[in-house]
């Protein structure tokens, strides 16, 4: 149950994150998507033992993030949440690969180890993309954005109801799962017996609703299109977002720049 | 068992989605052909419904671990593997989307591992095998089980091939599969035991759901008010008899990695990652150059300073490490300014 209310309590902070006005929120949502489409193909097209190269690629998160006004700690703490299973894999490569990859005077690191920070990297750059798109354009703008790339009607519609029926389930839940506490000083959670009345009856109030929501879709003129509002047009600035990122990310990808500044670095040093 | 943009390569993950991207296309196909306006908002109201009832953990008795129920097989069954395949699709999709299960990258690999075997493989061709001749609860639980358990086999098996070909572990594939399909035949069981529970309950209620969805047809004839209390009953048998064995266990995949990180036999030499891996390389869409590469070639302008050290020298790996952690100082930087400018504009603007 916990799971439920936390979901949901997720589900409205990118939300309510996504209403914000900036000047990430306000770039067309189609090129935000195609844009974090590149960033997630470079990122994970890096080769398992590149670590240095990858670091370049964090300037996107960094940026946007305090551009577009996103707070840091809910963020990251969803990034953590899902970290866990990726370190799950990422930690047998330590224990198959031992070949010295970077020796240093003082210390030796095995090919395993920089592979399993490759992979870490990767994973939390790779989530916190997908965190920064809804959290800077929201599931509307994103449908939109699906329409313009010609998928279906019918799937995108199908999305955003599954969507809206998401909310519509969780809070539901939610209320009565605070009321029962309320009502059972003493109790951790619900207790087994009271479990089935209580779902059931859940389930049965959100589908009733859900059928008053399709009702009173169809009396405001639905007639199978789910209208999201027009998209504003494509400016310069939403073309130029999308090639200049694009641009930067093929560079890294090409160019190890970290190597480049340390190698520059160390000679002027000597 | 979602797999993760971080363990995919772009050739594996990029072949996945266009995969996805065709069956998805032919089920709309086929939905198109059949849509009432009133099987939309059951599709949505369904994957709600499976959205929710995925939240809940399934204890795989004597084991300390525990399993999800997918969804897939129940959809396919209520809703005809077509509706049931892209219902699956949009509720991994939104789970991408906000509680990063998974990724964007891996979107493909989730829908398709998750929503083709159950609704295209293991539901005509066990399911419906099954149920050919004729209803009976007998036959609805056996064929609901083994559909389920067999498609999750299916999918699991999946996840070892696409991880192992994108060779960012170093995992061996004979490791992989011990570990996979073993964790995912408990999972399938309790997700086979759920889904033949809900569905042999369907079956007694409104019978009519099954055998119309079995015979690939639309639900409009069908009341939505009929479906809703149906649905209602089956949340009802969800949460009564297997909210029971919910619990806050690690979920199988990581419980089956993090349970074995340890053993001696994992030691067990490979040949197939190597081979895997080269694949990889020629896959991948662009070129690959390793970090070994990359220290050989810098190594002519890096200034050296011992010579007893193997393999690598000890001046390129500093300067690597000087330069990642310049780049991280820069990207710290420059958050940090665009912080501050913005917060003295909106003070100027107050």
Same mark, same amino acid.
């Given at each position: 149950?916990?799971?439920?209310?936390?979901?949901?309590?997720?589900?409205?902070?990118?939300?309510?994150? !996504?209403?914000?006005?900036?000047?990430?929120?306000?770039?067309?949502?189609?090129?935000?998507?195609l844009?974090?489409?590149?960033?997630?193909?470079?990122?994970?097209?890096?080769?398992?033992?590149?670590?240095?190269?990858?670091?370049?690629?964090?300037?996107?998160?960094?940026?946007?993030?305090?551009?577009?006004?996103?707070?840091?700690?809910?963020?990251?703490?969803?990034?953590?949440?899902?970290?866990?299973?990726?370190?799950? $894999?990422?930690?047998?490569?330590?224990?198959?690969?031992?070949?010295?990859?970077?020796?240093?005077?003082?210390?030796?690191?095995?090919?395993?180890?920089?592979?399993?920070?490759?992979?870490?990297?990767?994973?939390f750059?790779?989530?916190? !993309?997908?965190?920064?798109?809804?959290?800077?354009?929201?599931?509307?703008?994103?449908?939109? !954005?699906l329409?313009?790339?010609? &998928?279906?009607?019918?799937?995108?519609?199908?999305l955003?109801?599954?969507?809206?029926?998401?909310?519509?389930?969780?809070?539901?839940?939610?209320?009565?799962?605070?009321?029962?506490?309320?009502?059972?000083?003493?109790?951790?959670?619900?207790?087994?017996?009271?479990?089935?009345?209580?779902?059931?009856?859940?389930?049965?109030?959100?589908?009733?609703?859900?059928?008053?929501?399709?009702?009173s879709?169809?009396?405001?003129?639905? !007639?199978?299109?789910?209208?999201v509002?027009?998209?504003?047009?494509?400016? &310069?600035?939403?073309?130029?977002?999308?090639?200049?990122?694009?641009?930067?990310?093929? &560079?890294?990808?090409?160019?190890?720049?970290?190597?480049? $500044?340390?190698?520059?670095?160390?000679?002027?040093?000597? | 068992?979602?797999?993760?943009?971080?363990?995919?390569?772009?050739?594996?993950?990029?072949?996945?989605?266009a995969?996805?991207?065709?069956?998805?296309?032919?089920?709309?196909?086929?939905?198109?052909?059949?849509?009432?306006?009133?099987?939309?908002?059951?599709?949505?109201?369904?994957?709600?419904?499976?959205?929710?009832?995925?939240?809940?953990?399934?204890?795989?008795?004597?084991?300390?671990?525990?399993?999800? /129920?997918?969804?897939?097989?129940?959809l396919?069954?209520? +809703?005809?593997?077509?509706?049931?395949?892209?219902?699956?699709?949009?509720?991994?999709?939104?789970?991408?989307?906000?509680?990063?299960?998974?990724?964007? /990258?891996?979107?493909?690999s989730?829908? #398709?591992? /998750?929503? =083709?075997?159950?609704?295209?493989?293991?539901?005509?061709?066990?399911? %419906?095998?099954?149920?050919?001749?004729?209803?009976?609860?007998?036959?609805?639980?056996?064929?609901?089980? +083994?559909?389920?358990?067999?498609?999750?086999?299916?999918?699991? =098996?999946?996840?070892? +091939?696409?991880t192992?070909?994108?060779?960012?572990?170093?995992?061996?594939f004979?490791?992989?599969?011990?570990?996979?399909?073993?964790?995912?035949?408990?999972?399938?069981?309790?997700?086979?035991?759920?889904?033949?529970?809900?569905?042999?309950?369907?079956?007694?209620?409104?019978?009519?759901?099954?055998?119309?969805?079995?015979?690939?047809?639309?639900?409009?004839?069908?009341?939505?008010?009929?479906?809703?209390?149906?649905l209602?009953?089956?949340?009802?048998?969800?949460?009564?008899?297997?909210?029971?064995?919910?619990?806050?266990?690690?979920?199988? +995949? @990581?419980?089956?990695?993090?349970?074995?990180?340890?053993?001696? @036999?994992?030691?067990?030499?490979?040949?197939?990652?190597?081979?895997?891996?080269?694949?990889?390389?020629?896959?991948?869409?662009?070129?690959?150059?390793?970090?070994?590469?990359?220290?050989?070639?810098?190594?002519?302008?890096?200034?050296?300073?011992?010579?007893?050290?193997?393999?690598?020298?000890?001046?390129?790996?500093?300067?690597?490490?000087?330069?990642?952690?310049?780049?991280?100082?820069?990207?710290?930087?420059?958050? #940090?300014?665009?912080?501050?400018?913005k %917060?003295?504009e909106?003070?100027?603007?107050?």
């Open positions: 149950m916990p799971n439920l209310v936390e979901s949901l309590y997720n589900i409205r902070i990118l939300d309510e994150l !996504a209403e914000k006005r900036t000047i990430i929120h306000n770039i067309h949502p189609l090129m935000k998507v844009t974090t489409g590149v960033y997630l193909m470079v990122t994970v097209s890096f080769g398992k033992y590149e670590l240095s190269g990858l670091l370049p690629l964090i300037f996107y998160p960094v940026v946007l993030i305090t551009l577009a006004d996103i707070p840091i700690v809910p963020i990251f703490k969803r990034v953590l949440l899902v970290l866990p299973l990726i370190i799950g $894999i990422g930690l047998f490569n330590p224990l198959f690969d031992k070949n010295p990859m970077i020796v240093l005077p003082w210390i030796q690191i095995s090919g395993g180890w920089i592979s399993f920070f490759s992979i870490l990297i990767k994973g750059l790779t989530i916190l !993309a997908a965190l920064i798109l809804i959290a800077t354009t929201g599931m509307t703008r994103i449908a939109s !954005a329409r313009i790339m010609r &998928i279906p009607r019918l799937f995108i519609m199908q955003l109801l599954t969507y809206r029926y998401i909310s519509v389930l969780i809070e539901e839940v939610g209320r009565v799962v605070r009321a029962y506490s309320l009502r059972s000083p003493g109790e951790k959670g619900i207790r087994f017996s009271n479990w089935g009345s209580l779902t059931g009856q859940l389930l049965i109030r959100t589908l009733e609703r859900a059928q008053r929501v399709y009702h879709m169809c009396c405001r003129g639905f !007639a199978g299109e789910y209208n509002g027009r998209e504003k047009g494509m400016g &310069i600035g939403d073309i130029v977002y999308f090639v200049g990122w694009s641009l930067y990310f093929v &560079i890294i990808r090409y160019f190890n720049i970290p190597a480049m $500044i340390g190698s520059l670095m160390m000679g002027v040093g000597k | 068992m979602h797999m993760a943009d971080a363990l995919l390569s772009p050739g594996v993950g990029g072949t996945m989605w995969a996805t991207a065709g069956v998805a296309a032919y089920s709309i196909k086929k939905v198109q052909n059949d849509i009432d306006e009133q099987k939309i908002p059951l599709m949505g109201v369904m994957g709600a419904f499976v959205f929710a009832a995925q939240m809940i953990n399934f204890t795989i008795p004597a084991t300390g671990s525990s399993g999800h /129920l997918g969804g897939g097989m129940l396919a069954i209520l +809703l005809g593997p077509y509706a049931g395949f892209l219902t699956m699709a949009s509720i991994l999709v939104i789970q991408a989307l906000f509680f990063a299960d998974g990724g964007l /990258l891996a979107l493909g989730n829908i #398709f591992n /998750l929503g =083709f075997y159950t609704c295209f493989i293991a539901y005509p061709l066990i399911y %419906k095998r099954i149920i050919r001749k004729g209803y009976s609860t007998g036959r609805i639980f056996t064929g609901t089980l +083994l559909a389920s358990i067999i498609g999750l086999q299916l999918g699991a =098996f999946s996840v070892v +091939l696409q192992l070909f994108s060779g960012k572990t170093e995992l061996p004979g490791t992989f599969v011990m570990l996979m399909q073993p964790i995912h035949l408990a999972i399938g069981v309790v997700e086979g035991l759920v889904t033949a529970a809900v569905v042999g309950f369907i079956w007694k209620a409104r019978p009519e759901i099954i055998e119309k969805a079995a015979a690939g047809e639309a639900l409009g004839g069908i009341s939505i008010k009929k479906v809703l209390a149906g209602a009953i089956v949340a009802v048998i969800t949460g009564g008899i297997f909210s029971w064995f919910a619990s806050a266990y690690p979920d199988g +995949l @990581e419980w089956s990695m993090l349970n074995t990180s340890g053993k001696e @036999e994992l030691e067990a030499p490979d040949g197939i990652h190597q081979t895997l891996s080269s694949i990889q390389e020629k896959i991948a869409f662009l070129p690959d150059y390793s970090f070994k590469n990359q220290e050989q070639k810098v190594s002519a302008d890096a200034p050296e300073t011992e010579e007893a050290w193997p393999a690598v020298n000890v001046g390129t790996s500093v300067s690597g490490l000087v330069g990642g952690v310049m780049t991280l100082l820069l990207a710290a930087i420059t958050g #940090f300014s665009i912080y501050v400018i %917060k003295r909106k003070a100027s603007a107050v």
